[in-house]
């Protein structure tokens, strides 16, 4: 949850310099386009990754490590969490591209 949306205020970068289709579009026009004259694709080409490498080169979402636990004598393995040593996964790329979360489009199926 979280980085779903743009995060810049007043700035709507599907517009075109003609104006209309912003969420703002009836007061001022120049506020909703890009400083760049150049068209913005709608498309998300990568995504950050929510995966990490252990120290052995393994990936995952989480990774474990199982330690012995001695309780009223008897041992008993137990699982836990590790935290440290765990490398970001990095960008991803997607295949196919999906929309962007801020594209002015109403996905319709009859």
């Known amino acids: 949850m979280g980085a779903s949306g743009s995060k810049a205020r007043g700035l709507w970068p599907f517009t075109s310099t003609t104006g209309g289709g912003g969420p703002e579009a009836a007061g001022s026009e120049q506020a909703l ?12 080409f990568t995504r950050r990754g929510s995966m990490f ?5 393994d990936l995952a979402h989480e990774f474990y490590e199982e330690t012995i636990v001695t309780k009223n004598g008897q041992k008993r393995a137990k699982l836990r969490r590790v935290h440290k040593n765990l490398i970001p996964q990095g960008f991803v790329k997607l295949d196919p591209p999906r929309l962007h979360v801020d594209f002015p489009v109403i996905l319709y199926e009859v």
């Open 33 to 44: 386009v890009r400083p760049r004259g150049r068209p913005v694709p709608p498309f998300v």
């Open 53 to 57: 490498y252990d120290e052995d080169g």
